[in-house]
């Protein structure tokens, strides 16, 4: 059974962040591609890069706070486009879009904007979208003990559609289901009908 209390989540991270060693990488990355830093618009660019990497590389902590399912709720709840912006760890380019997360609830339910939290969580990192959608479904499995659970990332990698092949609008799909949403034909169809994705 989950417990009463919440539950601390802090991403474990090397202590050791190094903005100053970041900024001097960033600047040698980007005069070894030819970019000079001499212009006063230029000159704070390796610094702002590297603060704005480590940003992206660190999420938030927050308490995992759930509540007695008193009513015994049973049907599905589902928190909509939740924002995603994450990195490709392929290139280190952005990936950005919505989560669509549910769950069954099983003995217990969560705060809702807990679902947002957890999303940011795992996408605070280098990632692929694959592995995103995946860890965010099991988290959830793991430490809610729901009946289902459902996540959905749709997403624009600009390192598809500013480099490469450049293809401008598209996006990806990724889908996790598990327990009595993945089991359930019908769970599963009410599960895509409400997020808006074909089943």
């Not at 001499?38 to 704070?44: F, K, Y």
């Not at 902590?61 to 490709?88: H, K, M, Q, W």
């Not at 559609?161 to 949403?181: D, F």
Request: proline share 7%; net charge negative.
């Amino acid at each position: 059974m989950p417990p009463a209390t919440p539950l601390r989540v802090v991403h474990e991270q090397d202590p050791g962040v190094a903005l100053g060693a970041a900024e001097t990488a960033a600047a040698q990355f980007l005069q070894a591609l030819g970019v000079e830093l001499d212009s006063e618009s230029l000159r704070g660019t390796p610094g702002r890069m590297a603060r704005a990497y480590a940003e992206l590389f660190s999420p938030r902590p927050f308490d995992l706070t759930t509540f007695p399912n008193d009513e015994c709720y049973d049907e599905l709840v589902l928190a909509r486009a939740i924002p995603v912006r994450s990195v490709c760890e392929h290139h280190l380019l952005p990936f950005v879009g919505v989560a669509h997360v549910g769950y069954l609830p099983g003995e217990r339910i969560l705060g809702l904007s807990k679902l947002a939290r957890i999303v940011e969580h795992f996408a605070r990192r280098p990632q692929v979208q694959e592995r995103l959608t995946k860890q965010v479904a099991d988290w959830l499995c793991e430490h809610l003990h729901p009946k289902g659970v459902g996540v959905v990332i749709e997403a624009e990698h600009t390192c598809m559609t500013l480099r490469g092949v450049q293809a401008v609008g598209s996006t990806t799909v990724t889908s996790t289901l598990l327990g009595t949403l993945r089991e359930d034909a019908r769970s599963r169809q009410e599960f895509f009908a409400l997020t808006g994705v074909g089943a």
